[in-house]
Each structure stands twice: as C-alpha cells, then as structure tokens.
C-alpha cells in the first residue's frame, strides 16, 4: 500500500523568502510523485512530477523538488516566494501501473508581505 | 483546449435527498476518475474509468453510491440518498494513455 505525509498543515513564509513544502511517502515499488496547487475553489494544477528520470524535478511557477530514495521524500521548494504562491499544495503518489493517486492532507501557504 | 468540465459547481440539498453530479472530461482522454476532497484533506479516489469501464471502484460505497460513464466520455455520479457526512467536494479527473491527470473545478456539495 501506499501513503503520502505531508509535515505541516500550514506554513508562513515573508515574501521574498525560502518556500519548503514537505512530502515522505510509503510504496512498496518505485513509485511516481507529484506535486499539486489547488487555489480557492478550483481545481487542483500539477506543478511538477516524478517519474523515474532525473532526480530534481523542475516545475511552473519557479518551484522544484528532488527525489530521494534514501529518505523517501520529495520536498517541494521554491527559492523566493510570491504573493501570488498562497494556496494549498499537495502531494501525491502513484505505483506504476496504478494510474489512481493516493494524496497528502495537504499543507496551506501563507505569503506574508 | 477545453478542460475537465463539472456541474453544477454548487449543490445543496437536504439529507435523504438524491444528487447527480455531472463530468465531460477532455477530448481524448480515455480514463476518467471521481475523487472526493472532504475540507482540509487532500482528494481520494471514489472511482477510475478506462473508456466506458470502471476498473477500479474499490472505494466507492456502493450502497448509496452509483456511477456511469456513456459512452466512454461523459459520467455522471450519483448520491441515494444523501447523508449529512456526504458533505464534500467532488472532483473529477481525465488523463490520456500514460499521461498526466487533469482536473476540474469540483462540485461542493452541502447536505443539510
């Protein structure tokens, strides 16, 4: 089975400053990642993903997030936050074959200025 | 390109009533998922579509819970009768063969 922590249901960051968001996940074959940004009454947006290939991932908005095996994580970062970057953001995971993914609770941004 | 489509986008209705929810999703696509985001969590599967059927409705509630997709295209969910723990937004997905989910803006539902 499979399963995503997300640490932290809510992170404040100044504008400007360093966004971490952290994701372990559990799966018991080499698993596909994902992170989404879901606004207030939308949907949720893929920012970037997983899939076996290069180890850091680049995605939309300036984020990135690097996979390690070692420590079962895939920490979203960004090196300067934005206004613009408050939302919710989730993390998610997928065996291959399996196309469904298992999500994260979720971690809320605040952006302060 | 249009995206996954949802109606409506609100609902309320009181308990014990039924509820449809409706999904078109992106020309192409062949799978088609419901997911369920209850407030402050993350979304869960209810049920994946591959075309016109369901390969996976392990978590879907049978007893009050019904899904079909026409056609392979558009699919409807369906709540008989609602409980007040049924309050949630619903979210549908598609994805083309092997490729990246895409999805829509929810349904909220409200059961009173």
């Known amino acids: 089975a499979q399963s995503v922590t997300q640490l932290g249901s809510h992170v404040s960051v100044s504008e400007g400053a360093l966004v971490l968001l952290r994701c372990n996940y559990s799966s018991s074959v080499p698993p596909y990642l994902f992170w989404y940004v879901q606004y207030p009454n939308q949907g949720l947006q893929l920012l970037l993903k997983?899939?076996?290939?290069?180890?850091l991932v680049k995605g939309i908005n300036g984020f990135e997030a690097e996979f390690k095996k070692s420590e079962t994580s895939f920490h979203l970062t960004k090196p300067s936050a934005h206004m613009s970057d408050a939302a919710e953001y989730f993390c998610a995971v997928s065996e291959m074959g399996r196309r469904a993914l298992t999500f994260g609770s979720g971690t809320r941004l605040q952006v302060q200025p | 390109e249009a995206g996954v489509v949802q109606s409506p986008r609100y609902k309320i209705i009181e308990k014990k009533q039924p509820v449809a929810f409706w999904c078109n999703p992106i020309s192409g696509h062949n799978t088609l998922y419901w997911y369920l985001q209850n407030l402050g969590q993350g979304p869960e599967l209810l049920i994946r579509?591959?075309?016109?059927?369901?390969?996976?409705d392990s978590q879907l509630p049978k007893d009050r819970f019904s899904a079909e997709r026409l056609k392979g295209v558009d699919s409807t969910l369906k709540i008989q009768p609602a409980e007040l723990g049924d309050s949630a937004v619903y979210l549908c997905?598609?994805?083309?063969?092997?490729?990246?989910?895409?999805f829509g803006p929810g349904t909220r539902l409200t059961v009173t």
């Open positions: 997905a598609s994805s083309p063969p092997e490729g990246e989910q895409y």
């Open positions: 579509y591959e075309n016109e059927e369901a390969v996976d």
């Open positions: 997983y899939t076996s290939a290069a180890t």
